[in-house]
């Protein structure tokens, strides 16, 4: 079982759409979870941080944290073309050491 | 504040030969991580450096190496360079404090083509 998994799309969703990118773990110790976006030939650039149970919003994203389930989910409301771009989970497993899934690709169509 | 920062951004190398990549962190962090980023194993953590030490280590062979400098600075080195490490690689830099809120930030990157 890989310590992060993220579906890797392709995943499309029309402008204006709700985007939706889940990610599961495997370390019941984890206690910091990341999204980091990044475009085609950049290096990845922050999104969230989300540390408790629950949601937690800023701006169009939402991050969102079920430690019982072992699951994380990022929620993107009225969807960009520029939104377009690789979605990578992080999950901090110890100390400074950051597990990255695959990464989800996605494209906002208008 | 500036970013982190990484030189030299593109590098070809040929088989056998050696590299040596360069970042320097945001002011005022301590840690510096790297990463190995490949089409087919996407983001692979390479070693963490702190306060002039490695403190985590990821699972690549002894030709990687690191170290850092006294200013956080870091270094990495790739010896005996094989096919298989064409690929970007990044840096991190972090405060270092362990503690789960603290976040990593990630520079341009160096990507290395071996011929």
């Known amino acids: 079982q890989k310590e992060v998994e993220q579906n890797s799309g392709p995943l499309s969703v029309p402008e204006g759409a709700i985007a939706s990118l889940n990610c599961t773990y495997s370390d019941r110790g984890s206690q910091s979870f990341f999204w980091y976006r990044q475009y085609s030939g950049k290096s990845p650039e922050l999104i969230m941080s989300?540390?408790?149970?629950g949601d937690k919003e800023d701006g169009r994203f939402t991050a969102q944290l079920n430690k019982a389930s072992q699951y994380v989910s990022l929620l993107i409301r009225d969807s960009q073309p520029s939104d377009s771009a690789t979605y990578l989970c992080a999950v901090k497993v110890r100390a400074q050491k950051l597990v990255f899934g695959q990464g989800t690709r996605l494209t906002i169509n208008p | 504040k500036a970013g982190v920062t990484q030189t030299p951004r593109y590098l070809i190398k040929t088989r056998g030969q050696q590299v040596t990549l360069s970042c320097s962190p945001i002011?005022?962090?301590?840690?510096v991580s790297w990463y190995q980023q490949t089409p087919g194993q996407g983001l692979q953590f390479l070693f963490e450096?702190?306060?002039?030490?490695?403190?985590n280590k990821g699972n690549f062979p002894g030709r990687f190496s690191g170290r850092q400098f006294s200013n956080s600075r870091s270094e990495m080195n790739v010896s005996t360079l094989e096919l298989g490490d064409s690929a970007l690689y990044l840096c991190a830099s972090s405060s270092g404090e362990t503690i789960p809120t603290d976040t990593q930030y990630f520079g341009p990157g160096t990507r290395l083509t071996v011929l």
């Open positions: 989300i540390y408790s149970n």
């Open positions: 450096y702190f306060s002039e030490t490695q403190r």
């Open positions: 002011s005022g962090h301590r840690s």
